[in-house]
């Protein structure tokens, strides 16, 4: 069974350009999240998306990001016009409707953008 | 926002040589995780813990959650090299109807061999 798949694995984008991020949940898991880690530091959390829907936004900051999980394909996260301060690794996780150990959270690779 | 409080930033032991590690909430929280990030790489479970008071083992790593709801610890007996990576605590923060993940800032683990 694969686990959460994002891509790409590293981005490399010049100040102003857009970011997109992909994430393919686990099989059967139609919740997503999407955090932030910036060196040395935990990760953050940014968003929580099921099918078609925003359910908790508060992590994101409110201008030039955006995230969505259509019915069919991955949850992206675009970031619009790029800067500096966004180099960070950025993580999808993915899990089952709780409670308890059906919504563990299971975690991708990362995308590592580097903004220039 | 809420905050927990990990520590230690950072351990250098010996091959061989047990690891303990805690985190720590000035809020109640009823889920704590415990994850393992190898460098590169997503966080990986290790131990989740849903009860205060409860002690749950996974191999050499035995963790508990703190009767009061704020704390829990990580302990690591006879570490090897491959567990060398940064352990993160985290807590299930309900804002709404699923939670989002908390997270401590990490304890970095050197073994040496």
């Known amino acids: 069974n694969a686990g959460v798949m994002q891509n790409p694995r590293h981005l490399v984008r010049r100040r102003g350009q857009e970011a997109r991020l992909r994430c393919s949940p686990m099989?059967?898991?139609?919740?997503v999240y999407w955090y932030r880690q910036l060196p040395e530091e935990g990760l953050k959390f940014m968003v929580y998306l099921q099918k078609e829907n925003i359910i908790d936004e508060s992590g994101m900051p409110k201008e030039r990001f955006s995230a969505e999980f259509p019915k069919e394909g991955p949850s992206i996260l675009r970031i619009q016009q790029v800067v500096r301060g966004d180099s960070a690794a950025y993580f999808c996780?993915?899990?089952?409707?709780?409670?308890?150990?059906?919504?563990?959270?299971?975690f991708g690779p990362g995308t590592r953008l580097l903004v220039l | 926002g809420q905050q927990l409080n990990q520590s230690p930033q950072s351990m250098f032991i010996q091959e061989g040589e047990d690891v303990s590690m805690n985190c720590t909430s000035s809020s109640i929280f009823n889920t704590w995780l415990w994850y393992k990030q190898d460098p590169g790489e997503g966080p990986v479970l290790l131990i989740a813990?849903?009860?205060?008071?409860e002690l749950t083992s996974n191999g050499r790593l035995t963790a508990q959650f703190g009767i009061t709801r704020k704390d829990s610890f990580l302990n690591i007996s006879a570490s090897i090299p491959s567990d060398v990576g940064i352990y993160f605590c985290a807590v299930l923060n309900y804002g709404g109807s699923q939670g989002n993940l908390i997270f401590g800032k990490g304890t970095k683990l050197s073994v040496k061999p």
């Open positions: 099989k059967g898991h139609s919740h």
């Open positions: 996780a993915s899990s089952l409707p709780g409670p308890g150990l059906s919504e563990t959270q299971y």
């Open positions: 813990l849903y009860k205060a008071g």
